[in-house]
C-alpha cells in the first residue's frame, strides 16, 4: 500500500503533467504561426506541407527595413494606450453616478451608454471624417486616441459600473458620516475597491482598440498614423501578392504586448470578469 506522502507526490507529479500537455497545446498553434514568419516565402506557398522548415529572415528584414514598423508600432502603442487613459477617467465617475445616485432617466441613460456599441461602425464613418478634417487633426495618432476611446466608453462605464453595484453603500454612509465629500468617497473608497474592474475595462478596451481596422484605416494615411492593424494590410496586395511570412511574423509582434499584459495582471483580470462584470 502506497504512503500518504507517496501518493501526494504522484499526483503533483500526475498534475504538472497534465497542465504541461494542456500547455504545449495550446501554445502549438502560435509557435505554428510564429515558425510561418521565419519561413522561406517559398517554402510557405508550396502544395506539400514541410513540418522541418528552412530558418529565414527574410520577413523579419522586410518588416523592418522595407517598411516602418517601428513607426506602426510606437503608433499602436500610443494611441491604445491614450484611449484607455481617457476611457477610464471619463468612465469611473459616470458609472459611479449610474451605481450610486437616484435621478429620472438614470435607466435610460445607462442603456443609451450602452446601446452606442450597438451602432453600426459604418454610419458615423463619414461624419467623423470630416469632423477631423476641420478639427486638423486628420492623420495623427490624437485622431486615433480619441475615436479609440468613444468607440469603446460604454463598455467600459458598463463593465466598472456593474463592477460598484457589488460595493456597500454601508462603506459610503460612514465616510458620509465622517464628513468625506462624494469627490473623496470616490477616491478613497469606491476606486480602490473597484481596481479589479477598471483594470478589466482597460484591457478589454485596449484588445478592441488594437483590433480596429475601420476606423485606423480612414483616418491613417500615411506612416505618422498607421498602426500594426493597417500594416497587416499592406502585405495582402500589390505587385508581391499576399506576403504570409511577413503578415506571421507581424502578427506575433502585435499579439505578444498583449499576452504578456494579460499574463502580468491575470488576478486582476480573473477578479473583475468573475466578481464585477457579469452582473448589472
Request: glycine share 6%; with cysteine; charged share 15%.
Amino acid at each position: 500500500m502506497a504512503s500518504p506522502r507517496r501518493s501526494k507526490k504522484e499526483n503533483k507529479i500526475l498534475r504538472y503533467v497534465v497542465l504541461g500537455t494542456w500547455l504545449l497545446f495550446c501554445l502549438a498553434p502560435i509557435l505554428w504561426f510564429l515558425s510561418i514568419g521565419f519561413r522561406p516565402r517559398t517554402e510557405i506557398i508550396t502544395p506539400q506541407p514541410i513540418y522541418w522548415p528552412t530558418f529565414s529572415w527574410d520577413a523579419w528584414h522586410m518588416i523592418w527595413n522595407d517598411w516602418p514598423m517601428f513607426y506602426y508600432l510606437r503608433n499602436s502603442v500610443v494611441a491604445v494606450f491614450g484611449s484607455v487613459i481617457i476611457d477610464i477617467i471619463l468612465a469611473v465617475p459616470a458609472a459611479y453616478s449610474l451605481s450610486r445616485y437616484t435621478y429620472k432617466g438614470r435607466e435610460d441613460i445607462g442603456f443609451y451608454i450602452l446601446s452606442t456599441r450597438m451602432m453600426a461602425p459604418a454610419i458615423v464613418a463619414i461624419p467623423i471624417f470630416f469632423l477631423f478634417k476641420n478639427m486638423g487633426i486628420l492623420d495623427s495618432v490624437w485622431a486615433l486616441m480619441l475615436i479609440y476611446a468613444a468607440i469603446n466608453l460604454s463598455i467600459v462605464t458598463w463593465i466598472i459600473r456593474s463592477y460598484m453595484l457589488d460595493i456597500p453603500k454601508e462603506l459610503e454612509d460612514a465616510a458620509r458620516t465622517d464628513g468625506a465629500s462624494d469627490l473623496r468617497i470616490l477616491w478613497e473608497i469606491i476606486l480602490p475597491a473597484t481596481l479589479p474592474g477598471v483594470i478589466t475595462a482597460g484591457v478589454i478596451a485596449a484588445i478592441f482598440a488594437i483590433n480596429e481596422f475601420l476606423f485606423t484605416l480612414l483616418i491613417a494615411s500615411t506612416k505618422n498614423a498607421y498602426t500594426m492593424s493597417v500594416a497587416l494590410a499592406n502585405f495582402t496586395g500589390g505587385s508581391d501578392g499576399v506576403i504570409y511570412n511577413a503578415i506571421a511574423l507581424v502578427s506575433f509582434l502585435a499579439f505578444i504586448p498583449v499576452f504578456l499584459l494579460v499574463v502580468a495582471i491575470q488576478k486582476h483580470l480573473s477578479r473583475g470578469l468573475t466578481m464585477g462584470a457579469v452582473k448589472g
